[in-house]
């Protein structure tokens, strides 16, 4: 459930990082896994997406981004409303496919 008040949020992280060294090539993969222990999931290879809540946990999740972006490459950061989310196109081999759903939230008892 999402409080009045409240708007659920995407928050996308884009990146370009160097791989031609062994090190740049750790240091992606340790991106990449940062960012799925952070909740993020991946959408394409270089474009990984986490729904939030609100625009205050979005805004949390996007610093904590910001902390682990690696010295060298690009790293982009956009937040989304779950409508504008909602209203991407989505191809799978030609084959047009609803964009993913936001999870419900947990309860805790």
């Given at each position: 459930m999402i409080l009045?008040?409240?708007?659920?949020?995407?928050?996308f992280?884009?990146?370009?990082?160097p791989?031609?060294k062994p090190?740049?090539?750790?240091?992606?993969?340790?991106?990449?896994?940062d960012?799925?222990?952070?909740?993020f999931w991946m959408?394409?290879?270089?474009?990984y997406?986490?729904?939030c809540p609100?625009e205050?946990?979005?805004e949390v999740?996007?610093q904590?981004v910001?902390?682990?972006?690696?010295?060298?490459g690009?790293?982009?950061?956009?937040r989304?409303t779950?409508?504008?989310?909602?209203?991407?196109?989505?191809f799978?081999?030609?084959?047009?496919?609803?964009p993913e759903e936001?999870?419900?939230?947990?309860e805790i008892f």
């Amino acid at each position: 459930m999402i409080l009045s008040g409240y708007r659920a949020m995407w928050v996308f992280v884009m990146f370009d990082l160097p791989v031609r060294k062994p090190e740049e090539r750790r240091v992606a993969s340790r991106f990449r896994k940062d960012l799925v222990s952070e909740g993020f999931w991946m959408l394409q290879y270089s474009v990984y997406a986490r729904p939030c809540p609100s625009e205050e946990n979005a805004e949390v999740h996007a610093q904590r981004v910001r902390a682990m972006v690696p010295s060298e490459g690009h790293v982009r950061i956009l937040r989304l409303t779950d409508k504008q989310f909602g209203r991407m196109e989505v191809f799978i081999g030609g084959t047009t496919r609803a964009p993913e759903e936001m999870p419900g939230q947990l309860e805790i008892f």
